[in-house]
């Protein structure tokens, strides 16, 4: 709900959260709160003596200590503001001071941005404030009923000459806190998402994805700032997450007043955009949540919320295939012969899909060549693709595709037609990583030869894609664009991805799209729009899986994590663990295999079969379940309660980390249940009522090895 007063104070109310800010006598858009919700408004706060001294000001001249001193919706350059402005225009002039003054509002009931991934539903307040040079800041404001989130974007209007976006912040939100931990999720290749904590800080940190153009597997475009004492199950929690899979940048400045100011959106660094007359430019959604029920309150407020009202409904809540894919199982080294096989076997163990890997397009026999053209390798399917979908149909079972829509590998006839599709450096030169260069996605004549390159494809019948980008950007140059453009280019670039994206999910409604970025470097609400699950890392080691699940829960629903079982020695770390603890580990997301599973033995094949039917009766938990963590592995125990909405079910799974100390014992305190319910433990058929399990925990058996494994499977008593 939205309420206005005296057209210029503003109070957004979710389901337990309130956001207020008013313009105040000079135009200036202040903030009031974000937090619980309220049923009054905290006008007096705009009244005490500091900013007071605002409020006769003429607007001749600024007060700038005072602005100084304000909190702030959007942060002005060059008024006085020391903090880090919002937004920064240059003009025709050479000045970029930006002066926006409100100007008045607009209720929606519908807010879409063009070409970008935006949040569904809720009512939307649009602020406008304006400039000299006949520029219009549109700030956004979106609430649910539903949720507890208030999702923000800023755009510019251009009525007058040509200007130069150097920074446009999705969002700005100011708080007197400056005392608040920053926790982030940082990481790298095959360990995506750890969780990084610091206590507070003074001056700017900073995370940013640089100018790689994706959100990268250093740092996710994810900021939480839980109160010093805020724990896993209480406190007050503020965070942003942005709707957004490009170069990113996300700051937090704590100033010598004691105000915190954290914005961001688009990387600024790699960033330019001509704005002619006439003209806008959008930044993309930021999605701000407040929790005062620490940081699992937080983690289920942003998942309910992309549920209900990010990922593609058609998808959301339904239950996911499992799925075989032969990845780890063969590499590149297979045949049609070797995929039927798999196939059967697939059958056999009960999963749903069959998703064939990297290596089935021609001259791609390792990571060298081959990206691009799309045409079918008939030296290892002689009969195509299609008799590959064929087999899998009339086994029952659907098909999947691995694609890498953005890249390009210098043998193919893509490069000998067209080398000037690929980014590259105008003074010669290119930079390769596994071999390969990226498309210019900025051009739209290339989206397009690529969507119909996959639709023909899909055609056939595929079910399912698994798109990959295994390598960033760098030469930021594209031929498609004049130079006076060239600063556009990583932000084009993702429009570009994003287009491709909508063409494939508006030509095949039910085509489930997985995405992958060389494991998690694109894992972020922007691809969730599109992409339903995204393949969490490439480590598919259950000890590290803990953690890098762990950490990306944070902010990500579980159904929105693809995990797989594969094999011992893990083909990453070489570590051996047991198979109930890979499935254990695996079973918390979307769930699959990823070896060749002609090699399994007729018991591992009933073992696993075993798994599945076990997954699915319990998958619900996954798709439709809450989560609470009830262990940190950097502790020593990874450990999930996943719970029904209406309680009536619950599985809670965990595995012990490296055994440091002798033998510990340990109390799990299950969280998420119903207190005066009775719960039957499955597996030992004892009834425990919700209250004690909260309170007086689980004894867990002591362990003398690493990587002990357990599920307990809890059921409401009627
Ligand atoms: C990286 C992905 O993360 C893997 O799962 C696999 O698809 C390879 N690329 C294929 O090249």
């Not at 900021?223 to 010093?228: D, M, T």
């Not at 899909?353 to 397009?361: I, M, N, S, Y």
């Not at 080691?541 to 693809?562: E, L, N, V």
């Not at 499935?583 to 798994?611: H, M, P």
Request: net charge negative; proline share 3%; charged share 20%.
């Amino acid at each position: 709900m939205i309420q206005v007063f005296e057209d210029r104070i503003f109070h957004l109310q979710g389901k337990n959260v309130s956001y207020v800010f008013f313009a105040d006598g000079h135009g200036f858009l202040r903030h009031l709160y974000f937090g619980s919700k309220l049923c009054d408004l905290p006008v007096h706060l705009a009244q005490t003596a500091f900013l007071g001294a605002a409020v006769n000001f003429d607007g001749a001249q600024l007060p700038n200590d005072n602005l100084n001193a304000m909190l702030l919706e959007n942060g002005c350059a060059q008024l006085g503001d020391y903090r880090r402005p919002s937004v920064l225009v240059r003009r025709a002039n050479g000045s970029s001071l930006t002066d926006f003054r409100y100007e008045g509002y607009r209720l929606l009931d519908e807010h879409k941005l063009d070409g970008m991934p935006c949040v569904r539903g809720g009512k939307t307040a649009e602020i406008r404030l304006r400039a000299a040079g006949g520029l219009t800041l549109l700030l956004y404001y979106t609430v649910f009923d539903d949720s507890d989130v208030v999702v923000r974007s800023a755009s510019l209007l251009n009525d007058g000459e040509r200007v130069e976006i150097e920074k446009l912040s999705s969002f700005c939100l100011d708080l007197y806190d400056d005392s608040r931990d920053t926790l982030q999720l940082c990481g790298n290749w095959a360990s995506e998402c750890r969780v990084v904590r610091n206590s507070s800080h003074k001056g700017v940190l900073q995370i940013s994805s640089a100018g790689r153009g994706a959100t990268s597997h250093t740092t996710n475009a994810f900021l939480a700032l839980p109160e010093h004492n805020a724990t896993e199950t209480a406190g007050s929690v503020v965070a942003v997450n942005l709707v957004y899979s490009g170069s990113f940048g996300l700051t937090c400045e704590n100033t010598s007043l004691g105000i915190c100011r954290i914005q961001g959106g688009i990387d600024e660094e790699n960033f330019r955009w001509a704005l002619n007359g006439g003209e806008r430019f959008d930044a993309p959604q930021a999605v701000l949540v407040y929790s005062d029920g620490g940081l699992g309150g937080m983690s289920r407020a942003l998942h309910r919320f992309y549920l209900r009202h990010l990922v593609n409904p058609t998808f959301a809540y339904a239950p996911r295939p499992v799925v075989v894919n032969n990845w780890e199982g063969t590499y590149f080294n297979f045949d049609s012969a070797a995929l039927k096989e798999m196939i059967a076997v697939s059958k056999q163990i009960g999963a749903d899909t069959f998703v064939l890997d990297d290596g089935w397009f021609e001259n791609r026999n390792d990571d060298t060549n081959g990206l691009g053209d799309w045409n079918v390798d008939k030296a290892k399917l002689p009969c195509g693709i299609e008799e590959i979908i064929d087999c899998c149909h009339k086994a029952g079972l659907k098909f999947g595709l691995w694609f890498e829509p953005e890249m390009v590998n210098e043998g193919t006839t893509l490069f000998a037609l067209h080398p000037e599709w690929a980014l590259h450096n105008p003074d010669g030169g290119r930079v390769r990583a596994r071999n390969q260069l990226v498309l210019d996605f900025c051009n739209g004549e290339v989206v397009e030869y690529v969507f119909r390159k996959m639709e023909e494809i899909i055609k056939k019948g595929v079910d399912y894609v698994k798109w990959d980008m295994n390598r960033y950007l760098a030469d930021l140059y594209s031929a498609s664009l004049p130079a006076d453009r060239q600063g556009e280019v990583t932000h084009r670039y993702v429009l570009g991805v994003y287009s491709l994206a909508q063409k494939l999910v508006s030509t095949f409604p039910h085509l489930l799209i997985e995405g992958c970025s060389g494991g998690g470097g694109r894992f972020d609400a922007g691809m969730l729009y599109y992409f339903p699950q995204i393949w969490t890392s490439d480590n598919t080691d259950a000890y590290c899986r803990t953690f890098i699940q762990y950490g990306t829960s944070m902010c990500y629903p579980m159904s929105a994590m693809s995990a797989h079982y594969s094999v011992c020695p893990n083909h990453q770390t070489g570590r051996i663990t047991s198979s109930e603890a890979r499935f254990n580990v695996a079973s918390v997301c979307c769930f699959g295999y990823e070896l060749d599973v002609r090699k399994l033995t007729e018991e591992q094949r009933e073992e696993i079969k075993e798994q599945i039917a076990n997954y699915r009766r319990w998958q619900k938990l996954v798709t439709e379940g809450d989560l609470y963590r009830l262990a940190n592995p950097a502790d020593g125990l990874w450990a999930v309660c996943q719970v029904l909405p209406d309680k009536s079910c619950a599985r809670v799974v965990g595995m012990h980390g490296l055994i440091l100390e002798n033998a510990r014992p340990w109390l799990l305190k299950v969280q998420g249940l119903q207190d005066d319910a009775s719960y039957v433990v499955q597996e030992t058929g004892t009834e425990i009522t919700g209250k004690t399990l909260r309170c007086a925990g689980i004894l867990l058996p002591q362990v003398f090895r690493d990587f002990q494994t357990f599920a307990l499977h809890l059921v409401k008593k009627q």
